[in-house]
T-cell receptor, first 118, second 112 residues
Framework: DTGVSQDPRHKITKRGQNVTFRCDPI?????LYWYRQTLGQGPEFLTY????????KSRLLSDRFSAERPKGSFSTLEIQRTEQGDSAMYLC????????????????FGPGTRLTVL | AQSVTQLDSHVSVSEGTPVLLRCNYS??????LFWYVQHPNKGLQLLLK??????LVKGINGFEAEFKKSETSFHLTKPSAHMSDAAEYFC??????????FGKGTMLLVSP
């Protein structure tokens, strides 16, 4: 299977701990997105990369959150000093856009990482 | 700002009957709209996509959606429900250049 993969699938942590999630996009996809989904809600955009450049960040992405995509392939999302309100499903998606870009590129989603903060 | 409103949080149908999942959008320009489906413990899957071409869009698994500018709607339909269609469905609008804004979702329940 060559879809988007995320690791771990589940993470339980105590409040105040740091956690890091990894996303491996579809090979050769140049865009990578992070979303957060809480219970009973649709996913909410957090940030996205084109290659290694972080092009947009949501206001939802507080100072405790940081994302990287150092070589333009996999990405990591780190949450420092976790809070109970961070409990959610963290989704990663990837897409391929040309040089001119495409408005409304098709994003392919991974299975998500479910974070529980105790 | 772009947004979508899914008018029903839950829809229940019997197997073999038509499915209608309603979505209204708000956009300051011609929108790009999607429907995604999320099965339990599985990733979001794209059903279909509208990007200002034909107003009737056909997707996978027999689903289709019609873009109606006058009604600002993008309802999802299927002529005959199957048990495997039971899942949560999200109407999505593109915000800005590329980010997706999701509705709150509609849970489709299919009874035998």
């Amino acid at each position: 299977d060559t879809g988007v993969s995320q690791d771990p699938r589940h993470k339980i942590t105590k409040r105040g701990q740091n956690v890091t999630f990894r996303c491996d996009p579809i090979s050769e996809h140049n865009r990578l997105y992070w979303y957060r989904q809480t219970l009973g809600q649709g996913p909410e955009f957090l940030t996205y990369f084109q290659n290694e450049a972080q092009l947009e960040k949501s206001r939802l992405l507080s100072d405790r959150f940081s994302a990287e995509r150092p070589k333009g392939s996999f990405s990591t999302l780190e949450i420092q000093r976790t809070e109970q309100g961070d409990s959610a499903m963290y989704l990663c998606a990837s897409s391929l856009v040309g040089l001119q870009g495409t408005r409304g590129d098709t994003q392919y989603f991974g299975p998500g990482t479910r974070l529980t903060v105790l | 700002a772009q947004s979508v409103t899914q008018l029903d949080s839950h829809v229940s149908v019997s197997e073999g009957t038509p499915v209608l999942l309603r979505c209204n959008y708000s956009s300051s320009y011609s929108p790009s709209l999607f429907w995604y489906v999320q099965h339990p413990n599985k990733g979001l899957q794209l059903l279909l996509k509208y990007t200002s071409a034909a107003t009737l869009v056909k997707g996978i698994n027999g689903f289709e959606a019609e873009f109606k500018k006058s009604e600002t709607s993008f309802h999802l339909t299927k002529p005959s429900a199957h048990m495997s269609d039971a899942a949560e469905y999200f109407c999505v609008v593109v915000s800005g250049y590329s980010t997706l804004t999701f509705g709150k979702g509609t849970m489709l329940l299919v009874s035998p």
